[in-house]
């Protein structure tokens, strides 16, 4: 078993890991296993300097499970997917300012896809101003709440649609914007997911509309109320980026947001997506 030098960065959430270069990320067999208990521990694993080629961010990728190929055509690299809000760069950028929002991906999935079990993020070039990564442990978010109020919640549903995230960016969208995000199906998850190791977490974001059976003022009322008690500062860690670095989130436990940047800015990343196998339930 790999042995890997972690250094927390906050008390809930992140950790720089220390000694690992391109080199033994490629020859290193036990490592992926590593990472992934490294993960489950830390949430979000800051990798520094590490100047990963796209080829070999995909091949470390695929040490940590099976990769989504399914966005395959903004790269030249299969499973690379630019993060750029230049559309020279990716024809859907528009949907990427989206993102800065709190949020936890796949939870509107086109068909019935698990979340993903991880993504890896290396940063090509950075803004100028903003751009930083924040994520926070939902896992703490639903371990701080009073008993009487993980028993209230184990049982409430809730709506997620493309459209309640989009809606956060474009409150007022043109016809053919809203006929694209209603094409995309919406999915009723717990509010509280059980995972298989036995922990529980909250599932929250941009893309929680609606309260099942709640009225729908109330329920987004509880909503944001849950959201800002997940997200204060002591659950979350900001990572500002250089040029260079690679970080690896568990996104079945961590919701993410990136700061606001220009639309003009440089800031480039390349995203790769482990595919996940645990249904929100």
């Known amino acids: 078993m790999s042995v890997l030098t972690i250094n927390k960065l906050t ?57 989504d190929r399914s966005a395959d055509g903004h790269h030249p690299v299969s499973g690379i997917y630019p993060i750029t809000l230049d559309q020279s760069k990716n024809k859907a950028a528009e949907y990427l300012k989206a993102t800065f929002d709190w949020h936890i991906d796949g939870c509107t999935p086109l068909h019935d896809e698990c979340p993903q079990k991880a993504t890896v993020l290396s940063a090509l070039q950075v803004a100028a101003r903003g751009g930083e990564t924040e994520f926070a442990n939902s896992y703490a978010a639903y371990d701080t709440l009073e008993d009487s109020e993980k028993e209230r919640y184990e049982n409430l549903r809730v709506v997620h649609s493309l459209e309640a995230s989009q809606r956060r960016v474009y409150p007022d969208p043109t016809p053919e914007q809203l006929q694209r995000w209603q094409s995309r199906p919406t999915h009723e998850n717990p509010l509280v997911w059980t995972h298989r190791s036995g922990r529980k977490s909250l599932v929250l974001g941009a893309s929680a509309d609606y309260i099942v059976g709640m009225d729908r003022d109330e329920g987004r009322a509880l909503l944001a109320e849950l959201l800002e008690h997940a997200t204060t500062p002591d659950k979350v860690y900001s990572h500002k980026w250089s040029v260079g670095d690679t970080v690896i989130w568990d996104n079945q436990g961590v919701l993410h947001r990136a700061a606001p940047y220009e639309p003009n800015s440089p800031r480039h990343m390349l995203r790769t997506t482990v595919l996940g196998d645990e249904p929100i339930q």
């Open 11 to 67: 008390t809930s959430v992140g950790a720089e890991v220390c000694g690992v270069d391109p080199d033994r990320l490629a020859s290193d067999s036990g490592l992926g296993a590593a990472i992934l208990d490294a993960l489950e521990d830390n949430g979000v694993l800051v990798f520094h300097d590490l100047h990963l080629e796209p080829e070999a961010q995909v091949a470390f990728s695929q040490r940590l499970g099976e990769i």
